[in-house]
């Protein structure tokens, strides 16, 4: 504790979350006041961020204003029934996180905390709000999701900076027209699981809005100005009470996830049928049929329609793949309208990175492109990227501006080169897939700038791989995928990889295995199947009970005996473990 205390001097940042503390230290209360023996009292700096976390602090004292120049404060998963007031003297303020707490009350001086710009209140018990919370006109951020609230302050319209506001899991029966109004640069509305009985006229001024998610309310009707939300992506209202849609639904050219399940629709208008829509879930309502307009939407994925009382459609067809009811229903356009209402790939591009705005993530997957698009460099906070089944032969140099990017799939292109200028960029980098290409081999220090990598396949990239590959420089390495690669012998470096947990070397020419991988102690599945080996190390017996699924189809084996084989990993393994010679 006295290292954190004394580093946090420094840096005006301190971390004591998880170490089941009762209490706060008093030394964080005194801002660091007394400097310890031998520190520097000139390089001692203010407390700016103080992460509490995770603890059973039951209680914070008002000597939280001596630090006044706290920025961020997190006393999230606590034991608090309440805040002090002296939260209200901490002016540089700026994100303040106390959920998952037992407070019933917020107090009125929070209002004068007027730099808070990202307040989380969820999952506590709070039956109100203070109107004094119309004071942070900075407030952009706003969660306050599970709690008994029976309805908004008024003067929550004074943050005109909204933009995030979460109010999940309590009890609204009204959205006022004159809150939603004010906060034009909402770009996510999470309201669900209230006892709403309406949505606000006033709905249409969020012309920013991405996510809406109205979900489990009593919502009758959808107003005819939600054509005005022109950006939104996202819209969930399932269970709910809704007997018609407006036709003005069909406005919303964004819109790529329509939720509709659990209502009492009896139809689905034809207005709506314009939608480029990627999911639509109308499970559960009271359909009687559909239009055959419905056909036209060539960019849907997924159409759910169980729970309805469909009589026009055959239940293999309700139940089928998408494409095939779609294809149905276009059959049944009079025929000056049954075009094949062809998507052209520049659609499906556009419609993808559309729904990535929220997901985060982007499937290009199957498109036939021989260049990436430049439409992907929009989206500079995307965190998956899936370009597989194309024809890439190589990668832009503006892939390195996906700085958040952790998954990257590459399976099935044309690439030639391993993409180390890209990959130095890429430091969140978690799973990277570069099977099925035409990888000449990749450089020896080819793994160093992607440390953090937890998932590697190069299958099918045949002799790719440096003589002695340095998976080592992967510490965090879970899943290793070298399938097909003309391997002799399974690199030494794999028995390094203290994290792994799949190792899959099948189809290789394998002719033995080392008797070190009785150290991957991590190891749940191990595929050896269709290679060279003759007989295993009995030291691989000592993986049981952790390696659960160890594949050997494939393999000329004479020391096990098919009867052993056949009875599965832990047979295998137990015979091999009964092997080893005593000492």
């Given at each position: 504790m006295d290292r954190i205390l004394k580093a946090a001097r420094t840096s005006g940042s301190l971390n004591l979350s998880n170490r089941s503390l009762r209490d706060v230290p008093n030394e964080v209360y005194k801002n660091f006041d007394e400097a310890g023996e031998g520190d520097k009292w000139w390089e001692a700096v203010d407390l700016q961020k103080l992460i509490l976390a995770h603890n059973n602090i039951e209680k914070l004292k008002e000597d939280l204003r001596n630090l006044p120049l706290l920025t961020v404060l997190n006393v999230s998963h606590n034991k608090l029934s309440e805040l002090p007031a002296a939260i209200g003297e901490l002016h540089m303020l700026k994100s303040l996180d106390v959920s998952f707490n037992s407070i019933m009350k917020t107090p009125d001086e929070i209002g004068s905390a007027t730099a808070l710009v990202k307040f989380d209140c969820s999952s506590n018990q709070l039956k109100e709000l203070p109107s004094s919370l119309g004071r942070c006109l900075n407030l952009s951020d706003f969660k306050a999701s599970n709690n008994c609230i029976t309805s908004l302050p008024e003067d929550l319209a004074n943050c005109s900076k909204m933009s995030k506001l979460d109010v999940e899991g309590n009890k609204l029966t009204v959205l006022s027209n004159n809150l939603i109004a004010s906060w034009t640069?909402?770009?996510?509305?999470?309201?669900?699981?209230?006892?709403?009985?309406?949505?606000?006229?006033?709905?249409?001024?969020?012309?920013?809005?991405?996510?809406?998610?109205?979900?489990?309310?009593?919502?009758?009707?959808?107003?005819?100005?939600?054509?005005?939300?022109?950006?939104?992506?996202?819209?969930?209202?399932?269970?709910?009470?809704?007997?018609?849609?407006?036709?003005?639904?069909?406005?919303?050219?964004?819109?790529?996830?329509?939720?509709?399940?659990?209502?009492?629709?009896?139809?689905?208008?034809?207005?709506?049928?314009?939608?480029?829509?990627?999911?639509?879930?109308?499970?559960?309502?009271?359909?009687?049929?559909?239009?055959?307009?419905?056909?036209?939407?060539?960019?849907?994925?997924?159409?759910?329609?169980?729970?309805?009382p469909l009589r026009t459609l055959r239940s293999s067809l309700v139940n089928g793949p998408t494409p095939a009811l779609l294809k149905y229903l276009r059959s049944r356009l009079p025929e000056s309208e049954d075009s094949e209402a062809s998507t052209t790939k520049e659609d499906l591009i556009t419609m993808a990175t559309r729904l990535s705005v929220t997901s985060k993530e982007l499937s290009l997957e199957g498109m036939s492109l021989s260049a990436i698009p430049s439409e992907i460099w929009e989206g500079e906070a995307i965190t998956k990227l899936d370009l597989s089944r194309n024809s890439i032969q190589e990668l832009p140099?503006?892939?390195?501006?996906?700085?958040?990017?952790?998954?990257?799939?590459?399976?099935?292109?044309?690439?030639?080169?391993?993409?180390?200028?890209?990959?130095?960029?890429?430091?969140?980098?978690?799973?990277?897939?570069?099977?099925?290409?035409?990888?000449?081999?990749?450089?020896?220090?080819?793994?160093?700038?992607?440390?953090?990598?937890?998932?590697?396949?190069?299958?099918?990239?045949?002799?790719?791989?440096?003589?002695?590959?340095?998976?080592?420089?992967?510490?965090?390495?879970?899943?290793?995928?070298?399938?097909?690669?003309?391997?002799?012998?399974?690199?030494?470096?794999?028995?390094?990889?203290?994290?792994?947990?799949?190792?899959?070397?099948?189809?290789?020419?394998?002719?033995?295995?080392?008797?070190?991988?009785?150290?991957?102690?991590?190891?749940?599945?191990?595929?050896?199947?269709?290679?060279?080996?003759?007989?295993?190390?009995?030291?691989?017996?000592?993986?049981?009970?952790?390696?659960?699924?160890?594949?050997?189809?494939?393999?000329?084996?004479?020391?096990?005996?098919?009867?052993?084989?056949?009875?599965?990993?832990?047979?295998?393994?137990?015979?091999?473990?009964?092997?080893?010679?005593?000492?």
């Open positions: 640069m909402l770009t996510e509305l999470i309201a669900s699981k209230n006892l709403l009985n309406g949505m606000p006229e006033t709905i249409g001024s969020l012309s920013c809005l991405i996510r809406l998610d109205l979900h489990q309310n009593r919502i009758l009707s959808i107003p005819s100005s939600i054509s005005g939300c022109c950006s939104l992506a996202e819209f969930y209202m399932g269970n709910n009470a809704l007997s018609a849609l407006p036709a003005e639904l069909g406005k919303l050219s964004k819109l790529g996830t329509l939720d509709l399940h659990s209502n009492q629709l009896k139809e689905y208008c034809v207005e709506a049928c314009q939608l480029r829509l990627s999911v639509l879930d109308l499970s559960n309502n009271s359909l009687s049929g559909l239009p055959p307009e419905i056909g036209k939407m060539t960019t849907l994925r997924k159409l759910l329609l169980t729970g309805n140099p503006e892939l390195s501006s996906c700085a958040s990017l952790q998954t990257l799939i590459l399976s099935r292109n044309k690439i030639k080169d391993w993409p180390d200028a890209i990959l130095k960029s890429l430091s969140s980098l978690s799973c990277l897939k570069l099977d099925n290409n035409p990888l000449r081999q990749i450089p020896s220090d080819g793994f160093k700038d992607i440390p953090m990598l937890q998932i590697l396949d190069l299958s099918y990239n045949i002799a790719s791989l440096p003589e002695n590959p340095p998976f080592s420089s992967l510490p965090h390495l879970q899943e290793l995928y070298l399938r097909r690669m003309q391997l002799r012998k399974a690199p030494s470096d794999i028995l390094r990889l203290q994290q792994l947990r799949i190792l899959d070397l099948s189809q290789n020419s394998l002719q033995s295995i080392p008797e070190g991988f009785k150290n991957l102690t991590s190891l749940t599945e191990l595929d050896l199947s269709d290679n060279n080996i003759s007989a295993l190390p009995p030291e691989l017996g000592l993986l049981e009970p952790s390696l659960q699924a160890l594949r050997l189809d494939g393999n000329p084996l004479r020391s096990i005996r098919r009867t052993i084989l056949d009875r599965g990993t832990k047979a295998v393994l137990k015979y091999l473990k009964d092997k080893i010679p005593e000492n």
